[in-house]
């Protein structure tokens, strides 16, 4: 029987292949340059903390410094070089991340309660990361650019809200594809994004989803499928803990 074999050069190869493909991704252009953006992410910040009534302390920031480690060894395998800034939201029922313009990227502590390593909490990161990346979020603020009629230099001052929408079954997948390549190329086990989505759908037993929504059957069947067609199969083994600072 013939048996395939990868060496670890030509498997790093192919997966080079695999994220420059993802260069190609879609780019919705704004009317923002790179440092309106960047303005634009830390205001969003901004009034997210001040709304939700998020403030800093010696412990949050060493997470903060923690999640960064994982954002930054992420973002030197995207096919685009931009800066990321992870952030914690210390919310218990936030069981969640989500991005905004400007790389920036928010954790929340209630998914940290439900991650069982490193290489799963890199998989929430990467996920959003990749929202920014595919365009995801370019894309929103240039329809509210022309939905609102609204200069580009005036989406600062409109509410979180009305910035952060809800992205389509279709950029949740791509987002869930590309986070899976950009975890794998720094070094994580795919498999641990699997073991979270299922942990996922164990808490939703019983819960009846609204028509249309994105399944997580249908979410861990593309990463299944991802993992076989890339053969990462020898990666299952390689999952580490997690590794958040202990209280001072």
Not at 47 to 56: A, C, D, F, L, N
Not at 86 to 110: E, I, N, R, T, Y
Not at 172 to 187: H, M, P, S
Not at 216 to 233: E, F, P, V, Y
């Amino acid at each position: 029987m013939f048996h395939r074999t990868f060496t670890r050069a030509a498997w790093l190869a192919s997966l080079g292949a695999l994220i420059a493909s993802r260069a190609l991704a879609k780019s919705v252009p704004t009317g923002l340059t790179g440092d309106q953006m960047q303005h634009l992410g830390a205001v969003m910040w901004q009034k997210w903390q001040t709304e939700r009534g998020i403030g800093q302390t010696p412990q949050i920031l060493r997470v903060e410094r923690y999640l960064q480690s994982i954002c930054d060894k992420l973002a030197s395998h995207l096919p685009h070089a931009m800066q990321f800034h992870a952030h914690l939201d210390c919310d218990p029922a936030f069981k969640s991340a989500v991005a905004m313009p400007g790389g920036q990227v928010v954790v929340g502590v209630g998914i940290l309660a439900l991650v069982d390593s490193e290489d799963a909490l890199a998989m929430v990161i990467s996920h959003e990361m990749a929202h920014i990346e595919d365009g995801d979020i370019d894309e929103d603020l240039a329809q509210i650019e022309a939905t609102q009629h609204i200069a580009p230099s005036r989406l600062a001052g409109l509410s979180v809200d009305t910035i952060m929408k809800d992205h389509t079954n279709e950029q949740e997948l791509a987002a869930d594809r590309n986070g899976l390549i950009f975890t794998v190329a720094a070094g994580y086990s795919p498999f641990a994004a699997i073991r979270l989505l299922e942990l996922f759908q164990y808490m939703a037993r019983g819960k009846t989803s609204r028509p249309g929504a994105l399944t997580l059957d249908r979410r861990i069947a593309q990463l299944r499928d991802l993992i076989a067609s890339n053969h990462w199969d020898h990666l299952k083994d390689l999952i580490r803990p997690l590794n958040l600072p202990e209280p001072a």
